[in-house]
């Protein structure tokens, strides 16, 4: 009987802790906009493809004559490519980065001459394969969350 009772709960736990869009707007302003997708394989090469693009942008290089590197420990902190999760439900790309007004990423905060004009923003890019859409939550990330959202629960 106790191990029945603690499956109840856990289940139930793991219910109550599913995210929806919904709850996410008490939490933080966000805009959410949908690209129609034809081919999914393709969708899903073309985020893998972004993704890697993304990598390469912030990978640490040193200038080859004066060995200094090309980006600050700070501003490798602040801008956030994490790794591309796959579920049984969908795919999702998670990004934290500064863009221009140009909507560009590749900047730092710490950057005088670009910082004022910079904008925070964390990018989910979900394509739930039940749909067949491109889901693209932007949040401002400046906001910061009390609770680190299961962005994979948006799929469900």
């Not at 906009?33 to 899903?44: A, C, F, M, P, R």
């Not at 985020?47 to 490798?76: I, V």
């Not at 910061?144 to 948006?154: H, I, R, V």
Request: proline content about 5%; overall charge positive; charged content about 20%.
């Amino acid at each position: 009987m106790n191990k029945l009772f603690i499956l109840f709960v856990v289940l139930s736990c793991a219910q109550v802790n599913k995210l929806s869009l919904k709850e996410l707007s008490n939490i933080a302003p966000y805009s959410i906009s949908t690209e129609k997708v034809e081919d999914g394989l393709k969708l899903i090469k073309q985020l893998e493809t972004e993704h890697k693009y993304l990598e390469a942008l912030f990978e640490q290089s040193y200038d080859p004559y004066y060995g200094t590197p090309k980006w600050s420990h700070e501003c490798l902190s602040e801008n956030i490519i994490e790794p591309i999760k796959r579920t049984q439900k969908g795919i999702f790309l998670i990004t934290t980065l500064h863009y221009n007004r140009e909507k560009k990423p590749g900047f730092c905060s710490s950057l005088t001459t670009n910082g004022p004009n910079l904008s925070y923003i964390q990018t989910i890019k979900f394509y739930c394969y039940h749909e067949p859409v491109l889901n693209i939550l932007k949040i401002d990330a400046s906001v910061k969350l009390t609770k680190k959202p299961n962005w994979t629960d948006l799929c469900n």
